[in-house]
T-cell receptor, first 115, second 114 residues
């Protein structure tokens, strides 16, 4: 089974609107971490936001927030007030366990912001 | 903080040749990871070091792949007897130890096998 599932290969959003990118995960560990990365066309992977499995509050970083629903095993990324520079691939990733060494990445969602 | 540096950025080689890539992590980071990324896919874990110790290798990593991190600083990834299927972007990442610590990625080395 896939550890991380991103079901939206491509998404479009109007500039200044909000967009939600979906991510579901599969683990039997009680302790795990969830990460979102952005990969522009230039190729570098940029860390955006982190959510720990024991965190009760949803993580926020500027225009990024993570809608964490533990029972549903989902960790959706919400980008508010989209900007043209947000156009990129977005990857959800999970680290299992307290000292998990592996990060599992999803297949990504390509976001295009329309002016 | 100069970021994670990878060299070369691009490598083109003939099938059957050996190739070696280098990664210089962020100097304070004790963890170093290698990933492979093919078009349309997310990064796929290859191997991981904590300091100089290689603690984990993916089962997908064939015997043709070897990685080292002497002295716990830079790392090299060598692919012997390259095959067409090795064509991919090879990404290096580093991080501090700790469950909330994100990985910081380099720009990658793109390998093309002729």
């Amino acid at each position: 089974a896939q550890k991380i599932t991103q079901t939206q290969p491509g998404m479009f959003v109007q500039e200044k609107e909000a967009v939600t990118l979906d991510c579901t995960y599969d683990t039997s560990d009680q302790s795990y971490g969830l990460f979102w990365y952005k990969q522009p066309s230039s190729g570098e992977m940029i860390f955006l936001i982190y959510q720990g499995s024991y965190d009760e509050q949803n993580a926020t970083e500027g225009r990024y927030s993570l809608n964490f629903q533990k029972a549903r095993k989902s960790a959706n990324l919400v980008i508010s007030a989209s900007q043209l520079g947000d156009s990129a691939m977005y990857f959800c990733a999970m680290r299992e366990g307290n000292t998990g060494n592996q990060f599992y990445f999803g297949t990504g969602t390509s976001l295009t912001v329309i002016p | 903080d100069t970021g994670v540096s990878q060299d070369p950025r691009h490598k083109i080689t003939k099938r059957g040749q050996n190739v070696t890539f280098r990664c210089d992590p962020i100097s304070e980071h004790n963890r170093l990871y290698w990933y492979r990324q093919t078009l349309g896919q997310g990064p796929e874990f290859l191997t991981y070091f904590q300091n100089e110790a290689q603690l984990e290798k993916s089962r997908l990593l064939s015997d043709r792949f070897s990685a080292e991190r002497p002295k716990g600083s830079f790392s090299t990834l060598e692919i012997q007897r390259t095959e067409q299927g090795d064509s991919a972007m090879y990404l290096c990442a580093s991080s501090f130890r700790g469950e909330a610590q994100p990985q910081h990625f380099g720009d990658g080395t793109r390998l093309s096998i002729l």
